[in-house]
Nanobody
Framework: VQLVESGGGLVQPGGSLRLSCAASGLTFSNFAMSWYRQAPGKERESVATIFSVGSRTNYRDSVKGRFTISRDNAKNTVYLQMDSLKPEDTGVYYC?????????WGQGTQVTVSS
């Protein structure tokens, strides 16, 4: 199983980025897909989740209204559209796939929000 994130980078406050996570080696449509992030010196935290059934979504409060998670099961890809970025959104963003006892992680992509 491979999860490969892309789309990170340096952006000014108020800017936007779109992260992508391409999955392979798993039945993608079965898995709930999530984005996590980890800032320096802090624990990894959940940012957004999109479930396999009905594409229901969950967001942490601090990103509601600014971030949008979506998935394309035909492309085995999950996205995170991040708008109105703030310096506190800085961190390494990780893609996660889970289904029952199966839990997989990507290698992460750096997002830096700074002027």
């Amino acid at each position: 199983v491979q999860l490969v994130e892309s789309g990170g980078g340096l952006v000014q406050p108020g800017g936007s980025l779109r992260l992508s996570c391409a999955a392979s080696g798993l039945t993608f449509s079965n898995f709930a897909m999530s984005w996590y992030r980890q800032a320096p010196g802090k624990e990894r935290e959940s940012v957004a989740t999109i479930f396999s059934v009905g594409s229901r979504t969950n967001y942490r409060d601090s990103v509601k209204g600014r971030f949008t998670i979506s998935r394309d099961n035909a492309k085995n890809t999950v996205y995170l559209q991040m708008d109105s970025l703030k310096p506190e959104d800085t961190g390494v963003y990780y893609c996660n796939a889970y289904w029952g006892l199966l839990n997989y992680w990507g290698q992460g992509t750096q997002v830096t929000v700074s002027s």
